[in-house]
Nanobody, 127 residues
């Protein structure tokens, strides 16, 4: 079992920044890869970024590449999403997910493959 708790959402003006946090708990976190997804009203859940607990690789969707940065703090079992240059189109509920690592390697951008999800945190970007 993995428990995920997101925080850090809020209301920000276009061009501003927010940092989301995902606190993870569970016995075997190193067996999982982590991802951030977002879902806007009336739309499907969309991949944003992904990272493993080990190694240096991070993955991003084209829509956020260069503006968002995913990182982790292994000691705190926390994954972060630093969001800069925010746009109104980034408005959504942001979710943190965990997927078994071997599957995550091939399907990190596919929300259907993730086993565990947090409750989500709302990000609203005003124009």
């Amino acid at each position: 079992q993995v428990q995920l708790i997101e925080s850090g959402g809020g209301l920000v003006q276009a061009g501003g920044s927010l940092r989301l946090s995902c606190a993870a708990s569970g016995r075997t976190l190193s067996s999982y890869g982590m991802g951030w997804f977002r879902q806007a009203p009336g739309k499907q859940r969309e991949f944003v970024a992904a990272i493993a607990w080990g190694g240096d690789n991070a993955y991003y969707s084209d829509s956020v590449k260069g503006r968002f940065t995913i990182s982790r703090d292994n000691a705190k079992s926390t994954v972060y999403l630093q969001m800069n240059s925010l746009k109104p189109g980034d408005t959504a509920v942001y979710y943190c997910g965990a997927d078994l690592f071997l599957r995550w390697l091939n399907f990190y951008s596919d929300s259907a493959e993730y086993d565990y999800w947090g409750q989500g945190t709302q990000v609203t970007v005003s124009s």
